[in-house]
């Protein structure tokens, strides 16, 4: 009753190719891995674009007009 061994876990891959099909899964994996690596562009292009500047007012910042 442990943890699954490798024949559970072939079983259940087989249903589930069974259920959803070859070419959906791999549509799936490929809107995945599509996904992914929009998100990592994304981050990188955040992360270039926007140096630290000192003194930098933080949008939604208070100040007082002292």
Do not use: C, N, Y
């Not at 876990?9 to 959803?20: D, E």
């Not at 070859?22 to 990188?44: H, N």
């Amino acid at each position: 009753m442990g943890s699954f061994s490798i024949w559970h876990w072939l079983i259940v891959l087989l249903v589930v190719v069974l259920v959803f099909g070859t070419k959906k899964l791999r549509s799936l994996g490929g809107d995945l891995g599509g996904a992914v690596k929009g998100f990592k562009e994304g981050m990188r292009e955040d992360d270039s674009s926007q140096p630290e500047q000192p003194g930098k007012v933080i949008e939604g910042e208070v100040k007082s007009k002292e």
